[in-house]
């Protein structure tokens, strides 16, 4: 499979990578800051420079042609509302359009709980964030692709336990990046699973059974 990683410098970004090459597959990773090169490489990747605001819907799209799929993780990262809105909101329909242009139909959107920091006093910034990565899930979910969000409970850098609780609607709580990673690569060696909005945290479930789990009792293709 040949995999086209948006947000491929990132933290589940460069986890699903190692994954993705030590089962055979090909992932290009995007990234827009030279700094970034080098980290997507040494995550195995073959580092692509691309710019989800200032590149075209049609220069992301010849990027994008000749792969099976498309992740897309990146994010702001509290860089402020204009890029929260920018990246996570409309780059993501920016690279949806994209795919489509290059008829790359898997698209796998690694998304928010919607429970994620409510246990805490929020900000305006993080009110926005959630509003935008909520309106990001309902465009796609509007597009013709073979989609997939998936949205990851609080993100923890805690060695990964490869068990999670993985469904429609699940209780909140917490997430090893490490898991995250290894659910992404489960589903998309799982053609099944599409069209449907996980919900996950870890758990007691080995991740490649959640995957199939959910693509036997979700899936209505």
Do not use: C
Request: aromatic share 4%; no cysteine; net charge negative.
């Amino acid at each position: 499979m040949k995999v086209f990683q948006i947000g491929a410098a990132g933290g589940i970004g460069r986890r699903l990578t190692r994954l993705l090459t030590e089962h055979g597959d090909e992932v290009t990773g995007m990234y827009r800051n030279p700094s970034q090169a080098d980290v997507v490489r040494a995550a195995g990747a073959t580092p692509l420079p691309a710019d989800l605001i200032a590149d075209s819907v049609d220069e992301l799209a010849a990027k994008i042609a000749g792969h099976d799929a498309v992740v897309f993780s990146a994010g702001a990262h509290g860089t402020g509302v204009d890029q929260t809105t920018l990246i996570d909101g409309k780059g993501l329909e920016k690279a949806a359009e994209a795919a489509t242009r290059a008829g790359v139909s898997r698209f796998v959107l690694v998304s928010v709980f919607p429970d994620a920091g409510r246990d805490r006093e929020t900000s305006a910034g993080f009110e926005h964030y959630m509003r935008i990565k909520k309106t990001a899930d309902v465009y796609l979910t509007r597009t013709g692709l073979d989609w997939l969000i998936v949205r990851p409970g609080t993100l923890l850098d805690d060695p990964g336990t490869g068990r999670v609780t993985a469904g429609p609607a699940i209780e909140y709580g917490t997430v090893p990046r490490d898991d995250v990673a290894a659910f992404l690569a489960a589903a998309l060696h799982e053609p099944r699973l599409g069209r449907v909005i996980v919900e996950l945290t870890g758990g007691d479930t080995p991740v490649a059974d959640a995957a199939a789990r959910l693509a036997a009792t979700t899936n209505g293709r």
